[in-house]
């Protein structure tokens, strides 16, 4: 998710911790915000919305709400050619970020599907593994 051709992280108010109420969550959505902002948030931004027709939203983005463990994937392995979100084709490579643990994964995982209006609860480093044995349907 980390590219060095994207722009500075940006910060909004509106991605941000107090969307979450539920105390567990926010144990895992804490360190996810911090690690998101770290690995994500240059090209996704930190509020979400990508940058222009360069990088794809994952706020109200239906390719990122369709499959939290295709996003797991994605975050480890990377994704390379045609994706389609919210009508819009986007073909700008992402690197994967390897060096994530299953717990990281899990935290930025919990983060990013507990703000923007969703609410998934907390999504486990054991459900993280789960989902990285098996490669998803990267297209739909």
Same mark, same amino acid.
């Given at each position: 998710?980390?590219?060095? %051709?994207?722009?500075?992280? =940006?910060?909004?108010? &509106? $991605?941000?911790? %107090?969307?979450? $109420?539920? $105390? =567990?969550?926010?144990? /895992?959505?804490?360190?996810?915000?911090?690690? /998101?902002? !770290?690995?994500?948030?240059?090209?996704?931004?930190?509020?979400? &919305?990508?940058?222009?027709?360069?990088?794809?939203?994952?706020?109200?983005?239906?390719?990122?709400?369709?499959?939290?463990?295709?996003?797991?994937?994605?975050?480890?392995?990377?994704?390379?050619?045609?994706?389609?979100?919210?009508?819009?084709?986007?073909?700008?490579?992402?690197?994967?970020?390897?060096?994530? =643990?299953?717990?990281?994964?899990?935290?930025? $995982?919990? /983060?990013? /599907?507990?703000?923007?209006?969703?609410?998934?609860?907390?999504?486990?480093? !054991?459900?993280?593994?789960?989902?990285?044995? &098996?490669?998803?349907?990267?297209?739909?």
């Amino acid at each position: 998710m980390l590219l060095a %051709s994207c722009a500075p992280k =940006t910060s909004n108010s &509106e $991605s941000n911790l %107090s969307d979450i $109420s539920d $105390s =567990t969550v926010m144990q /895992y959505a804490i360190p996810g915000k911090a690690l /998101y902002e !770290s690995y994500c948030g240059n090209c996704h931004q930190s509020n979400g &919305e990508g940058l222009g027709k360069l990088i794809p939203p994952l706020k109200n983005a239906d390719y990122f709400k369709a499959s939290i463990q295709r996003t797991v994937w994605i975050m480890r392995n990377g994704l390379e050619g045609e994706v389609l979100v919210n009508g819009q084709i986007y073909n700008q490579p992402m690197p994967g970020n390897t060096e994530l =643990t299953p717990l990281e994964l899990a935290q930025i $995982s919990t /983060y990013l /599907y507990n703000i923007w209006g969703i609410n998934e609860g907390v999504i486990t480093s !054991s459900v993280v593994e789960k989902y990285l044995r &098996e490669t998803p349907n990267l297209k739909d």
